[in-house]
């Protein structure tokens, strides 16, 4: 299973803010992208993807939501929106609260659910232009692995000096990519190595 987890410092909380333009809402639409190149595919969908979706924007950060396409789940291209608009409605307080078939969320911050995935034994990769050349890295540490992307703001500082005492920086060639880019480049490399 590969995991990805964006983060996004200014991505609305709440559904009621995606009733508008998704870039006021905090770039919401980087959040979209990154969603359909997480599990889309020309006529078909990963199901060997889990996206964490980690939003500190207004009103009432932090928000975990969580997504793996199960085959119950009815999940779009045209409708991602709604798909996120449905489960930031959906969030009830003091509970992890499955929303749709595979789809969570919950109250939890950033590095809460960096160090759970790290307790279950995974390899934590942070996005980084300064970090090895995803190519360099090999194929059997990438098994089991997280690769965590900010937004275009990026990680914030503080979590991000505690996350590189145990993660690994990688980037995934000499340009600077949008958020999603980074996402399906990833997935093509996983793809390749079979992983």
Same mark, same amino acid.
Request: aromatic share 8%; glycine share 6%; charged share 35%.
């Given at each position: 299973?590969?995991?990805?987890?964006?983060?996004?410092?200014? =991505? @609305?909380?709440?559904?009621? @803010?995606?009733?508008?333009?998704?870039?006021?809402?905090?770039?919401?639409?980087?959040?979209?992208?990154?969603?359909?190149?997480?599990?889309?595919?020309?006529?078909?969908?990963?199901?060997?993807?889990?996206?964490?979706?980690?939003?500190?924007?207004?009103?009432?950060?932090?928000?975990?939501?969580?997504?793996?396409?199960?085959?119950?789940?009815?999940?779009?291209?045209?409708?991602?929106?709604?798909?996120?608009?449905?489960?930031?409605?959906?969030?009830?307080?003091?509970?992890?609260?499955?929303?749709?078939?595979?789809?969570?969320?919950? #109250?939890?911050?950033?590095? #809460?659910?960096?160090?759970?995935?790290?307790?279950?034994? #995974?390899?934590?990769?942070?996005?980084?232009?300064?970090?090895?050349?995803?190519? #360099?890295?090999?194929?059997?540490?990438?098994?089991?692995?997280?690769?965590?992307?900010?937004?275009?703001?990026?990680?914030?500082?503080?979590?991000?000096?505690?996350?590189?005492?145990? @993660?690994?920086?990688?980037?995934?060639?000499?340009?600077?990519?949008? @958020?999603?880019?980074?996402? =399906?480049?990833?997935?093509?490399?996983?793809?390749?190595?079979?992983?």
């Amino acid at each position: 299973m590969r995991h990805f987890i964006y983060f996004s410092r200014h =991505a @609305a909380t709440s559904g009621k @803010a995606l009733s508008g333009d998704l870039m006021k809402a905090g770039r919401m639409d980087i959040a979209i992208h990154v969603l359909i190149a997480s599990f889309f595919l020309s006529y078909d969908v990963r199901k060997d993807v889990k996206l964490h979706l980690i939003f500190y924007g207004m009103p009432d950060p932090p928000k975990h939501i969580e997504i793996q396409v199960k085959p119950e789940l009815e999940i779009s291209k045209k409708d991602v929106a709604g798909l996120i608009k449905k489960i930031l409605y959906k969030y009830k307080d003091g509970e992890k609260k499955e929303v749709l078939p595979g789809c969570f969320i919950e #109250k939890k911050s950033f590095l #809460k659910v960096v160090e759970e995935l790290e307790n279950e034994g #995974k390899k934590i990769f942070i996005l980084d232009k300064k970090g090895e050349d995803i190519r #360099k890295i090999e194929t059997n540490e990438m098994k089991n692995a997280v690769f965590i992307l900010g937004d275009h703001d990026g990680l914030p500082q503080k979590e991000l000096r505690r996350l590189k005492k145990t @993660a690994k920086l990688v980037n995934i060639g000499p340009k600077i990519y949008f @958020a999603s880019q980074v996402v =399906a480049i990833l997935n093509n490399e996983l793809d390749r190595r079979e992983i």
